[in-house]
């Protein structure tokens, strides 16, 4: 990727804080675990396969659309790291 203008490397690196993270893993597998039963009775009450695939795939789409790019709320806890201090040579 370094042959990548910096603004561009910028945006395509996609760095979230670790906090974020976290919860957005928790939020994402609860999401999925949602989406499947809805899916499941969905199918299930209308006899049609297709019609469960296709309610799990939008929600699929609109958890990636959530989730995968950077967002600014993915980056509300930033790490704050000490300041670099010099070694004394002797």
């Known amino acids: 990727m370094n042959h990548l203008p910096p603004s561009v490397q910028k945006v395509l690196e996609g760095s979230i804080d ?5 919860i957005l893993e928790q939020l994402s597998q ?9 899916s499941f ?20 789409v609109i958890l ?6 950077p967002w600014p709320y993915l980056n ?5 790291f000490l300041p670099v201090r010099k070694l004394h040579q002797t």
């Open 18 to 22: 670790p906090k974020s993270q976290h």
């Open 30 to 38: 609860t999401f999925l675990i949602a989406l499947t039963i809805i």
């Open 41 to 60: 009775v969905l199918s299930y009450f209308s006899s049609s396969v297709i019609l469960g695939l296709e309610a799990f795939l939008g929600g699929l």
């Open 64 to 69: 990636l659309l959530a989730a995968v790019p």
């Open 76 to 80: 509300r806890y930033p790490i704050k």
